[in-house]
């Protein structure tokens, strides 16, 4: 079977919804970080097979938005475009049915993304609101149409997010935050804990920038009137953070004895990410240089009231695939969609117990090391662009092994809906 490399990777800067970039359709964002992948690698556009796009919040205008990315960055229109949506996993499952499409010997070279802008997320109304939509829309005369107008209702026209929507488990009828207090309780882990953890993902993404370790992995996007202004990047890390800032939020979830504050949860944000995946042997034939090649993917499910907990059962099966230990891991991403469920999973990874009586295996996954996670902050500082956290991840582990020299890496998340997904790769320059 071929083996899948990653080529290289980039992303846009991470900058909070409703800001910067709440004028930058996810299609064009998805456009700047193809093109630059591309670029960089030095792939030729006509090479490739495909383009995969995981994407959660569809925009109308761009239903199947990967096929329109393609287009707008240059490839072929032989090139097919494919978008996968897995909820927080929907940029990591493009890069893994990149890899197994590659490994299978169905394509050869694929570019893999993600993109999301929750900006333009839209406003929902009622469902009572649509009978009266068809009712005026049947109105054909003055009086009929009057009739209309008075039996509205001003209620069945307030709109609300629909974000906040999907942000709620419609199984199990948990926010995604209450799951993370599911995973507080249950793991013991107290607000003082989850607020040091949330301190240090800003003061790592700030010294990351402050010395240019991140900025290797990040392309500009210039924004507004003329595009003019330049965002160079990421807006949510705080130099001036602190424990006593931390600790004065008031719990979001659970008001009463609650411990998940909007400082130690991800910030969402708008951005995109793309790698480009390929067979090692077709590379060779280009003349391109691979970064890493991915040794072992995984994907797994669980119980929705503790979803944070999705990187625990991914993992060990990832590792499985790629024939490795947690003990080989040298750098290790997880997506910081709270800090509880960081911490809960550090602590699962740890646990025989766990191993024996979730997992069906003989012992614990693996320890842990504070230094190897998340060494450049993660979404609690950067934030979390739903879509295309998942090749975020990737992009940034790219990166972090090519400049600490380390040998192999580990890339996984929870996803909302009770499931996790993990990669496994190992630097090759």
Known sequence: MPNAVLLDGVRTPLVRSGTALRDIHAKELGRRVVRETLERSGTPADRVDEIIVGNAGTPSDAPNIARVIGLMAGLPESTPGLTVHRNCASGMEAVILA?????????????????ENLSRAPMVLPPE???????????????????ALR?????????????????????CGLSMGRTAEVLAREFGISREEQDEFALSSHLRAVDAWEDGRIAEEVTPVFVGPGFKKVIEKDVGPRENQTTEALSGLRPVFERRDGTVTAGNSCQVTDGAAAVVVASEDYAAELGLTPVAKILGTATAG???????????????????HAGVR??????????????????????AFASDRFASEELGRASATGEIRRDRLNADGGAIA?????GATGTRLVVTL????????????????????????????????
């Open 326 to 347: 947690m003990a080989d891991i040298d750098r290790i991403e997880i997506n910081e969609a709270f800090a509880a469920q960081v911490i809960a999973n550090e602590r």
């Open 129 to 147: 609101a649509n009978p009266w939509f068809v009712r005026w829309s049947r109105a054909r005369s003055i009086p009929a149409k009057l009739a």
């Open 302 to 320: 669980l119980s929705p009231r503790r979803m944070g907990l999705g990187p625990a059962y991914a993992t060990p099966l990832a590792l499985d």
């Open 398 to 429: 790219l990166r972090q092994l090519r400049q600490s020299g380390g040998a192999l890496g580990l890339a996984t998340l929870c996803v909302g809906g009770g499931q996790g997904s993990a990669i496994v790769m190992e630097r090759v320059s």
């Open 151 to 171: 039996a509205l209702r001003p209620r069945d026209m307030m709109p609300h997010p629909a974000l906040l929507d999907g942000l709620t488990d419609p199984v």
């Open 99 to 115: 890899a197994a499409k590659i490994t299978s010997g169905e394509a050869r070279l694929i570019v893999a993304a993600g993109t």
């Open 382 to 386: 950067l934030g979390h662009p739903i």
